[in-house]
């Protein structure tokens, strides 16, 4: 079994900028609720920062993959959960639902993206509370509890964004495009909840790809790849240009 132990190459990290087209919600606990606040916050850490949580972005550019492949499992219950065979290249690049079907080591790392306020602007700057309600269909008024304070993060709004994929394979360009693939699809789909109702539009820019083979670990080589790219369609032209393996 030697032969088949997988030893990580190198790492390739994606970064850039997602842009807010339209305001967006990523829905926070009802704990972080202070008097007078709203009944659906926007998350942030303990220190006020808001931020997309890593595990939102990567969860929803692989549902998007999943559902274009057809690869996702219907349980007894009629749930669609997340792939499990471990062997195609969503499982390869995200990890299959159940640890237990792991067959190669996890690609993908997908860290916390945090909003960047600019200039003399605080977090707080880029909140808006946006009212919704249900009308009554026949009186043509808003329903008894039919009000809804949804705290968003402004159109415009910018947010750094990084990416680590793990090399193990010659082959595992295919997957980094594949992962591409998934961001070009959300961007025509959209971040956190109510994106039927237009919320969560957004937009991958300035982008920088870098390549860190495992001999710049080991302290053999000093310099390594970085490209840039405008958008998605040009990251995909940089990829060819900065891989090694
Ligand atoms: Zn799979």
Same mark, same amino acid.
């Given at each position: *079994?030697?032969?088949?132990?997988?030893?990580?190459? =190198?790492?390739?990290?994606?970064?850039?900028?997602?842009?807010?087209?339209?305001?967006?919600? !990523?829905? =926070?606990?009802?704990?972080?609720?202070?008097?007078?606040?709203?009944?659906?916050?926007?998350?942030?850490?303990?220190?006020?920062?808001?931020?997309?949580?890593?595990?939102?972005?990567?969860?929803?550019?692989?549902?998007?993959?999943?559902?274009?492949?057809?690869?996702?499992?219907? &349980?007894?219950?009629?749930?669609?959960?997340?792939?499990?065979?471990?062997?195609?290249?969503?499982?390869?690049?995200?990890?299959?639902?159940?640890?237990?079907?792991?067959?190669?080591?996890? $690609?993908?790392?997908?860290?916390?993206?945090?909003?960047?306020?600019?200039?003399?602007?605080?977090?707080?700057?880029?909140?808006?509370?946006?009212?919704?309600?249900?009308?009554? $269909?026949?009186?043509?008024?808003?329903?008894?509890?039919?009000?809804?304070? *949804?705290?968003?993060?402004?159109?415009?709004?910018?947010?750094?964004?990084?990416?680590?994929?793990?090399?193990?394979?010659? &082959? &595992?360009?295919?997957? !980094?495009?594949?992962?591409?693939?998934? *961001?070009?699809?959300?961007?025509? &789909?959209?971040?956190?909840?109510?994106?039927?109702? =237009?919320? =969560?539009?957004?937009?991958?820019?300035?982008?920088?790809? !870098?390549?860190?083979?495992?001999?710049?670990?080991? *302290?053999? !080589?000093?310099?390594?790849?970085?490209?840039?790219?405008?958008?998605?369609?040009?990251?995909?032209?940089?990829?060819?240009?900065?891989?090694?393996?």
């Amino acid at each position: *079994m030697e032969d088949n132990i997988l030893t990580l190459k =190198g790492k390739v990290i994606l970064e850039g900028v997602i842009e807010l087209k339209t305001g967006m919600h !990523i829905g =926070g606990t009802k704990e972080t609720l202070k008097i007078g606040g709203t009944d659906n916050p926007v998350i942030r850490d303990a220190f006020g920062n808001i931020l997309i949580p890593g595990s939102s972005l990567k969860g929803k550019i692989r549902a998007l993959l999943e559902k274009k492949d057809g690869k996702y499992k219907t &349980d007894v219950r009629g749930n669609n959960l997340p792939c499990n065979c471990g062997e195609c290249e969503i499982c390869k690049i995200f990890g299959p639902h159940d640890s237990k079907a792991i067959q190669e080591p996890v $690609r993908i790392m997908v860290r916390d993206a945090y909003l960047q306020p600019e200039g003399e602007k605080k977090p707080h700057d880029y909140l808006e509370i946006k009212v919704e309600n249900t009308i009554d $269909r026949v009186k043509g008024t808003t329903i008894k509890g039919g009000i809804r304070n *949804m705290e968003r993060v402004v159109a415009g709004s910018k947010f750094k964004f990084e990416i680590v994929f793990n090399v193990y394979k010659k &082959d &595992d360009i295919k997957l !980094i495009k594949k992962f591409i693939e998934g *961001m070009r699809l959300l961007e025509d &789909d959209y971040l956190g909840g109510s994106g039927s109702r =237009g919320y =969560g539009k957004i937009e991958f820019k300035d982008l920088k790809i !870098i390549n860190k083979p495992k001999e710049y670990y080991e *302290m053999k !080589i000093k310099d390594v790849k970085l490209e840039s790219a405008s958008n998605l369609d040009d990251l995909m032209a940089k990829l060819e240009e900065i891989w090694s393996y």
